[in-house]
């Protein structure tokens, strides 16, 4: 049976029917959670996006007619129900439910919508296979997890359109069919049907967009963007996202921006979840990140710092360590302090030996240690030293017994990504990370370039409009991987939450910056002259930032997996498992794009 609404109306949602509503008749709508009939009285859980109403079917109450549909009712049927608001008896108040002092007996009951038994009891939805829960992602979705965290995405994109607007910003919107600008991530293209044989591009950010609305004269921009890139997926990264994305003009420096997007995060964190950040937010420098903790995206909550030995290591009698050094790399070192304490080790022997396998996946050769135990040093790599370096060595760790050395020796990229990556894989095992912490820095003071080998010529490592220091410009032919950016990354709890920077605004320290990433004039041309062009005509200082508002809300609902926060996410292979995509096309709709697919 199938009903219409006709008159009813719904007057308050479940999760609002309060105690102070008492005596009311409201109306409320939503689906069947639970069920329970106890023969003449009939209880059922109405669920909609606010929560769950405890309503009673008394057969003496609502008639015989309504009393015969409920029960019919059954799980995730859509019902509407009109009814008396009481208080439960003291005996039967549910302190779990946000309404649990409440029930609503009902008068009126209308079917709306059957449904099939659902593959899996929403209660329990998170024992089921992920794969399951995404093909049946609506299914997912009603569940009060996925509710809420919806719902504080919805207001965190609110409260961030609220200061903008306050601050002058115009909300703008910017093209979703650009030109592809290979200088990144992989474009996905789209194939054009009026122009045979060319491609648009899906944006990965607005950025030449936005910094060209500056140049047009708007000053201060804001977009809720969808962006799109075509790289591998990880547990915080999906093909398609959204960004805060903001921009503005006349700016002095970094600070400009920077004050303003944390006065923006903070009303954020105060108002989505009632956190109050520090005043004053920490800046570190890029170069002291990779040192201390070997990631540009630091997680301070806890110690495991790196520690630089290179100069003990250069003339140790070891071999692995003194090439490394010879051959420009460094050595570096973990103090892991008390896990391998022998009255109650967090590492045992065979975890050390396992921790040997885990460095490999970050092209790591190996990873030595030394031991400080009871009976003295255990280590297969101290027979090769002399034992002044080894006393150097602890010394310079602070070891005490029961701690545990760990080294890795390599070119300085291997070095840092190996021990940053070891120090969370650690720090997790020894529950050392306080996860109702949040720790807020800046990263500052990036590399403005890096050397590509595969492309043999330097890339940009944020993008090619970054602005240089100013005092590194003398650099920027001669000495180019010199050269520091006016580029900062907001990061919290070790993940990259947003990042921005200065952006160039005179056309020959542009033009300059092309050349340093190795384009020639037609290049430059071919892939970013509508943008060049734009720069004779008069363009402002401006810089700008994006926030990550799938991370920033992951962050803020407690989940380490980005598809939690997005309604419908892709899977790692890039596929929706609820629609199927991607899925081939008609040969209808390929003939009208001149397209031949060739699947080998």
């Known amino acids: 049976m199938t009903e219409f609404l006709g008159e009813m109306q719904r007057s308050v949602y479940c999760g609002e029917a309060e105690e102070r509503l008492c005596g009311r008749v409201i109306t409320v709508m939503g689906w069947a959670a639970k069920r329970r009939d106890l023969g003449g009285l009939i209880f059922v ?14 057969a003496s109450i609502v008639g015989v007619e309504n009393f015969a549909k409920a029960e019919a009712i059954r799980s995730e049927y859509v019902v509407a129900v009109t009814g008396k608001l009481r ?30 038994t659902p593959p899996f009891i929403l209660d329990e939805a998170e024992k089921v296979n992920e794969a399951v829960r995404l093909k049946y992602r609506y299914l997912d979705l ?3 997890y996925f509710q809420q965290i919806m719902a504080t995405k919805s207001a965190v994109m609110g409260i961030a359109r609220e200061f903008l607007r306050k601050e002058g910003f115009l909300e703008l919107e910017t093209p979703f069919l650009g030109k592809s600008t290979p200088e990144g991530a992989r474009d996905y293209l789209v194939p054009s049907r009026v122009h045979p ?49 903001l921009e503005m003009s006349f700016v002095r420096d970094e600070e400009d921006v920077m004050r303003l997007s944390e006065a923006l995060l903070k009303e954020i964190f105060l108002k989505a979840k009632g956190v109050k950040l520090p005043e004053k937010i920490r800046r570190i420098p890029y170069r002291e990140a990779m040192d201390r903790f070997g990631s540009d995206k630091p997680d301070t909550r806890f110690g495991l710092e790196l520690i630089d030995v290179s100069d003990l290591a250069a003339g140790c009698g070891f071999q692995v360590f003194e090439g490394a050094v010879r051959s420009g ?19 045992s022997r065979r975890d050390v030996d396992a921790l040997g396998e885990y460095v490999k996946t970050y092209r790591a050769k190996g990873l030595a240690w030394i031991a400080l135990k009871d009976d003295g040093v255990q280590s297969v790599i101290t027979k090769f030293m002399k034992e002044e370096t080894v006393t150097a060595l ?34 997790e095992k020894a529950g050392l990370v306080d996860k109702s912490a949040y720790d807020v820095l800046w990263v500052t003071d990036f590399p403005l370039l890096e050397y590509s080998p595969e492309e043999k010529r330097c890339v940009a490592v944020h993008h090619p409009f970054t602005m240089p220091k100013t005092e590194d410009l003398a650099y920027l032919d001669s000495e180019p991987l010199r050269v520091r950016a006016m580029a900062y990354d907001l990061v919290i ?23 340093a990433l190795g384009f020639t004039e037609a290049q430059i041309e071919e892939r970013f002259g509508f943008f060049v062009g734009a720069f004779n005509y008069g363009t402002p200082p401006h810089g700008g930032l994006a926030f990550g508002l799938d991370r920033l809300i992951m962050l803020l609902c407690g989940t380490d997996n980005i598809k939690d926060v997005v309604t419908f996410p892709k899977v790692q292979n890039a596929s929706d498992l609820m629609t199927q995509a991607p899925a081939p096309v008609d040969k209808k709709q390929l003939d009208e794009l001149r397209l031949k697919p060739d699947v080998r």
């Open 45 to 58: 859980d109405v669920r909609d996006r606010t929560g769950i109403l405890q309503v009673v079917f008394d």
């Open 87 to 116: 208080a439960r008896g003291a005996d039967s108040v549910n302190d779990k439910l946000k309404t649990g002092r409440v029930e609503l007996a009902a008068e009126t009951l209308k079917l709306l919508s059957d449904a099939d």
């Open 142 to 144: 009603r569940t009060p």
């Open 197 to 245: 044989g060319a491609f648009y591009a899906l944006p990965q950010s607005p950025q030449l967009y936005k910094q060209i609305l500056m140049i047009a004269g708007f000053d201060r921009y804001f977009q809720i963007a969808r962006c799109f890139r075509d790289e591998d997926l990880r547990a915080n990264r999906q093909p398609e996202f959204t960004q805060i994305d």
């Open 329 to 347: 790399g460094s050595v570096r070192m973990i103090n892991a302090k008390g896990f391998y304490h022998s009255l109650n080790p967090i590492l």
């Open 394 to 427: 602890l010394d310079r760790a602070k070891a005490e017994k029961g701690d545990i050395l760990f080294f890795i020796a390599d070119k300085n990229e291997v070095v840092y990504q190996t021990l940053g990556a070891l120090r969370l894989h650690l720090a």
């Open 493 to 515: 709890n070790g993940q990259e939450a947003g990042g921005g920077s200065i952006r160039i605004h005179g056309r020959e320290l542009q033009r300059r910056m092309f050349q």
